[in-house]
T-cell receptor, first 111, second 117 residues
Framework: DAKTTQPNSMESNEEEPVHLPCNHS???????IHWYRQLPSQGPEYVIH???SNVNNRMASLAIAEDRKSSTLILHRATLRDAAVYYC????????????FGAGTRLTVKP | GAVVSQHPSWVICKSGTSVKIECRSL??????MFWYRQFPKQSLMLMAT?????????EQGVEKDKFLINHASLTLSTLTVTSAHPEDSSFYIC?????????????FGNGTRLTVT
């Protein structure tokens, strides 16, 4: 299985942008890059996903490197409600379609 | 948006009893559902893939006779923890993907906290 590497933790100030990096150097051509986040005692929540091009939605932006070996989740203005564990996951569209979680990045937002 | 409902949200049971957890996709159909387990301060661990109308696929190290999975319809999968023991106490989470949308993300339930006394 292709794996991802993320920093264990990051801190941000409220209302400032946050860039959460993810390395996936063994990504294959059919792997989609998915981001989820999890608040304490809740199931993960979908944030964004992409294949090759950068993506934007109401929650965040996803910047994907040209070689696809890394990506960055961008929260444009962090709020206290964005404090969560963020997971970067590869989904193999052609194979199995299951999603396996790494350790994720615990984001702390300071007021 | 797509919703996955998981029930119960928490349960306490005595050692040796069985507990059933339900996972429903409320506004979409799911050929496949996934069951995860999460221990405190750890990430989610995939336990098994539930396939509608056929047997579940279990991850290595997960006992299929202990964690019974039934996926009887396109909107319901159940996980039964049989003869539960304190070490089975954990946060169990299910997820599903809309079968009509190839590129759909996974939608997660809010989890079931199981405590075995």
């Amino acid at each position: 299985d292709a794996k991802t590497t993320q920093p264990n933790s990051m801190e941000s100030n409220e209302e400032e942008p946050v860039h959460l990096p993810c390395n996936h150097s063994t990504i294959s051509g059919t792997d989609y890059i998915h981001w989820y986040r999890q608040l304490p005692s809740q199931g993960p929540e979908y944030v964004i996903h992409g294949l090759t091009s950068n993506v934007n939605n109401r929650m965040a932006s996803l910047a994907i490197a040209e070689d696809r070996k890394s990506s960055t989740l961008i929260l444009h203005r962090a709020t206290l409600r964005d404090a969560a564990v963020y997971y970067c996951i590869l989904r193999d569209f052609d194979n199995n379609n299951d999603m396996r979680f790494g350790a994720g990045t615990r984001l702390t937002v300071k007021p | 948006g797509a919703v996955v409902s998981q029930h119960p949200s928490w349960v306490i049971c005595k050692s040796g009893t069985s507990v059933k957890i339900e996972c429903r996709s409320l506004d979409f159909q799911a050929t496949t559902m996934f069951w995860y387990r999460q221990f405190p301060k750890q990430s989610l661990m995939l336990m098994a893939t539930s396939n509608e109308g056929s047997k579940a696929t279990y991850e290595q190290g997960v006992e299929k006779d202990k964690f019974l999975i039934n996926h009887a319809s396109l909107t319901l999968s159940t996980l039964t923890v049989t003869s539960a023991h304190p070490e089975d106490s954990s946060f169990y989470i299910c997820s599903a993907r809309d079968r009509e949308k190839e590129d759909s993300p996974l939608h997660f339930g809010n989890g079931t906290r199981l405590t075995v006394t």
